[in-house]
């Protein structure tokens, strides 16, 4: 054998070891694949992402669409006769609860090699092993005819001053009540803490790649000048990195009329939370949401019997356009940020109220810099969803708008508490994306490209490309490529190799 094959031989041995060696989070849901007995490929694309008919399943409450007895090979146990429903109210109305533990497991590990710019150093990390990063326990299933849940509880590990820590947190939890009324999709009901339907069209929980869409939850609208960085939270609860949120706590109303028009709305806690509270203040944000598909498989599903869809599931040609807009208070929470000699004020955000605000700003104590308040802010946008056989093409656009208002916290940028009006106002900043997925050839091998950006009014563009391959070993096994580029400056990139396994 000549040096070059053999040379060739051993990048694939040595690609197979790394992509064999490493992992990525799983959001499938293999309790129901036990539940119908079928094949993750059923719902998903290569999971988590889902097909047009796991999206279908997904919005009637983890149920098949025109779902008979014949397809649930292990069916809920009955609480109760149904001829206790007759009898209702005078007896109690039956319930159910699944036959196993509705519980499924979803495994990360990372090996990453990354070069990224911070304060204008460049800080390198090559080939760092997370074994793993984090392990979730996935619940989901159905309870009765019109109940339904689904929630996650991660095991995550992180480094902090140089000590490995391990951390459990719930992480969203909610319960649906599907088809109330007279067993119409058109109104539903969701309760607890849960990704928004607000954002499902670029879905941050079931996306092909191992980078999130950071133009879209990432964007940090906190500063003196309004955004100007992309990073920090974008969940509820979760600091003021807000943009869109990835995870809120509330009440959320949505339904599908006609099959093919799609509709949501929402009622959640804003920014916190507070000291004591788990909502910062009184106030509460609010979302919408409507859109509308042509061709294809309806939204809910209800023309499965006479679609005539391709043999090979995640073939589809529809089109689907949206609008959704979000608005919120932050009145009376507060984040320091740094002052003019470059210190924080704060080694963490203050979340109080006015009168605990008032107090500090009579404190006495070694203050340096400024503390602002968004005191609200809205988000107008559009998103589509283009099907074209083997091609995926989506993206989605938002207008932000935040009133800042800053207040001073120490003698040297004047009055403790005072207003400073000339470094606050109403900012904007504008958010898209715009991403192709594609099953290149074999249904095993999937693609991803995607281009995304933020536009600042007072400081430099956020511009990245994101590149990603994945292979399915199996249906519930896949290894994932990924590579992502800072347009801005390339010093900052990462390359992850990853393995992902659900079970």
């Not at 779902?67 to 009898?87: F, I």
Request: charged share 20%; net charge negative.
């Amino acid at each position: 054998m000549s040096k070059t094959k053999c040379l060739g031989w051993r990048v694939v041995l040595v690609a197979g070891v790394l992509l064999a060696v490493s992992a990525q989070a799983a959001r499938a849901v293999p309790a129901f694949a036990r539940k119908y007995q079928t094949s993750c490929q059923t719902c998903h694309v290569a999971y988590p992402k889902l097909n047009t008919f796991g999206q279908a399943f997904r919005v009637l409450g983890y149920r098949m669409p025109g779902e008979t007895e014949a397809q649930v090979k292990r069916p809920d146990v009955a609480l109760g006769a149904p001829a206790y429903k007759r009898a209702w109210p005078k007896a109690v109305w039956p319930g159910a609860i699944p036959s196993s533990v509705p519980i499924s497991i979803a495994s990360e590990f990372l090996v990453q090699n990354s070069s990224r710019l911070e304060d204008g150093e460049i800080e390198k990390v090559k080939n760092e092993f997370l074994f793993p990063s984090e392990v979730a326990l996935i619940l989901a299933g159905t309870a009765g005819e019109n109940i339904s849940y689904f929630g996650e509880i991660g095991f995550s590990r992180a480094v902090e001053g140089g000590v490995i820590e391990n951390e459990v947190e719930v992480e969203h939890f909610d319960v649906r009540l599907v088809r109330p009324i007279r067993g119409s999709i058109a109104f539903n009901v969701k309760i607890g803490a849960f990704q928004p339907e607000l954002v499902s069209t670029f879905d941050h929980a079931r996306r092909l790649t191992v980078a999130n869409y950071d133009s879209m939850f990432s964007v940090n609208p906190i500063g003196l000048e309004g955004a100007e960085s992309v990073g920090g939270s974008g969940d509820h609860g979760g600091g003021a990195g807000l943009s869109l949120p990835t995870i809120a706590t509330g009440f959320e109303f949505y339904g599908v009329i006609r099959g093919r028009l799609f509709w949501t709305a929402g009622l959640v806690n804003g920014l916190g939370p507070g000291e004591e509270t788990f909502d910062g203040n009184s106030g509460k944000d609010v979302y919408g949401r409507l859109s509308y598909k042509w061709g294809g498989l309806a939204v809910d599903g209800s023309n499965s019997e006479s679609y005539a869809g391709s043999s090979k599931n995640w073939r589809e040609r529809s089109f689907s356009v949206g609008a959704f807009g979000y608005s919120g208070d932050g009145s009376d929470l507060l984040v320091p940020i740094a002052g003019e000699d470059g210190q924080e004020a704060h080694a963490k955000q203050l979340r109080s109220n006015a009168s605990a605000r008032q107090r500090l700003f009579q404190t006495d104590g070694e203050l340096e810099g400024s503390f602002i308040e968004d005191r609200d802010f809205t988000r107008i946008g559009v998103d589509f969803n283009w099907y074209f056989d083997d091609l995926n093409l989506f993206g989605a656009y938002f207008r932000a708008e935040d009133d800042l208002r800053v207040f001073a916290a120490s003698p040297g940028l004047g009055r403790r508490g005072q207003l400073l009006p000339d470094s606050g106002g109403t900012f904007n900043f504008d958010s898209w994306f715009l991403e192709a997925d594609a099953v290149l050839r074999f249904p095993w091998l999937h693609g991803a490209l995607r281009y995304e950006a933020v536009g600042f009014d007072n400081a430099d563009d956020w511009e990245r490309v994101v590149c990603s391959v994945t292979g399915l070993i199996r249906a519930n096994v896949k290894t994932t490529v990924e590579y992502n580029l800072d347009l801005n400056n390339s010093d900052n990139h990462s390359y992850w190799l990853n393995f992902g396994i659900a079970f």
